[in-house]
C-alpha cells in the first residue's frame, strides 16, 4: 500500500505570493491532518480534515487554509506568504475519525519544504 | 493537552537496548501515551501507544508505570537507524480533533 505522498517536494517563493500545496492520503484513510514544523517552534499543528470537514484548527492566522476532496486528497493554501512561513509542512492521514484510538495512529508524508524570499 | 517531559538527548551503542523516558504527571485517566519518532529528513513515524498496560510491537516496547505519570519507550536492541527524535505525547482519547501535540521529544544517537 503507499504511503501518504506531498507535492511538490520543495518550493521556493517569495514573499506576498500564495501557494498551494496537495496531500494524497494512504488508500482508505478519511482523515487528514496538517502541520508545520519550524527550527524555533517544533512541529504545530494546523489543521484537520475527515470527510471533507475541518473539524479542528490550530492556532494559525487565517492565511492558512485547507480543503479536502470527496477522495479524501488535501490541499492547504497558505496566502500572501510572509518570510516566517518558511518551513516543512507535513501532512498526516489516518483511518477513523474522532473519538477512536486509530485516529492517532498517523502515518505522515516526507513533506513540502517552502522557502519564502 | 497535558504537558511531557523528555530529555533533550540521550546516547547509546548500536546493539545495546535504549530506554527513552518521558514523565507526564499531570496525565488524565483517559489520556493515551503515544511515541512517535522522527528520522533525519524524514516525516514523523507512528512508534506505539498505550494507555494503563504495557505494550509490544514489533518496533518497541512502552512500559507505563503503575500512577501513569510516567512512561518508558524501550528499544531492545539500538540500531544506526533508530538514531532520531522521539516524541512523547499525550492525547485524549475522546476524539483526534484537536492534532498531535509535539513537544522537543529526545534526540536519540547512536554511536557506533
Known amino acids: 500500500k503507499a504511503g501518504v505522498t506531498q507535492t511538490p517536494r520543495y518550493l521556493i517563493k517569495t514573499r506576498g505570493q500564495q501557494v498551494t500545496l496537495s496531500c494524497s492520503p494512504i488508500?482508505?484513510?478519511?482523515?487528514v491532518s496538517w502541520y508545520q514544523q519550524t527550527p524555533g517552534q517544533g512541529l504545530q499543528f494546523l489543521f484537520e480534515y475527515f470527510s471533507e470537514t475541518q473539524r479542528n484548527k490550530g492556532n494559525f492566522p487565517g492565511r492558512f487554509s485547507g480543503r479536502q476532496f470527496s477522495n479524501s486528497r488535501s490541499e492547504m493554501n497558505v496566502s500572501t506568504l510572509e518570510l516566517g512561513d518558511s518551513a516543512l509542512y507535513l501532512c498526516a492521514s489516518s483511518l477513523e475519525g474522532p473519538g477512536t484510538v486509530s485516529s492517532y495512529e498517523q502515518y505522515f508524508g516526507p513533506g513540502t519544504r517552502l522557502t519564502v524570499t | 493537552d497535558a504537558k511531557t517531559t523528555q530529555p533533550n538527548s540521550m546516547e547509546s551503542n548500536e546493539e545495546e537496548p535504549v530506554h527513552l523516558p518521558c514523565n507526564h504527571s499531570?496525565?488524565?485517566?483517559?489520556?493515551?501515551i503515544h511515541w512517535y519518532r522522527q528520522l533525519p529528513s524524514q516525516g514523523p513515524e507512528y512508534v506505539i501507544h498505550?494507555?494503563?498496560s504495557n505494550v509490544n510491537n514489533r518496533m518497541a516496547s512502552l512500559a507505563i508505570a503503575e500512577d501513569r505519570k510516567s512512561s518508558t519507550l524501550i528499544l531492545h536492541r539500538a540500531t544506526l537507524r533508530d538514531a532520531a527524535v522521539y516524541y512523547c505525547?499525550?492525547?485524549?482519547?475522546?476524539?483526534?480533533?484537536?492534532?498531535?501535540?509535539f513537544g522537543k521529544g529526545t534526540h536519540l544517537i547512536i554511536q557506533p
Open positions: 498505550g494507555l494503563t
Open positions: 488508500s482508505g484513510h478519511r482523515s
Open positions: 505525547i499525550l492525547e485524549n482519547s475522546g476524539g483526534g480533533a484537536d492534532g498531535l501535540t
Open positions: 499531570t496525565i488524565s485517566g483517559t489520556d493515551y
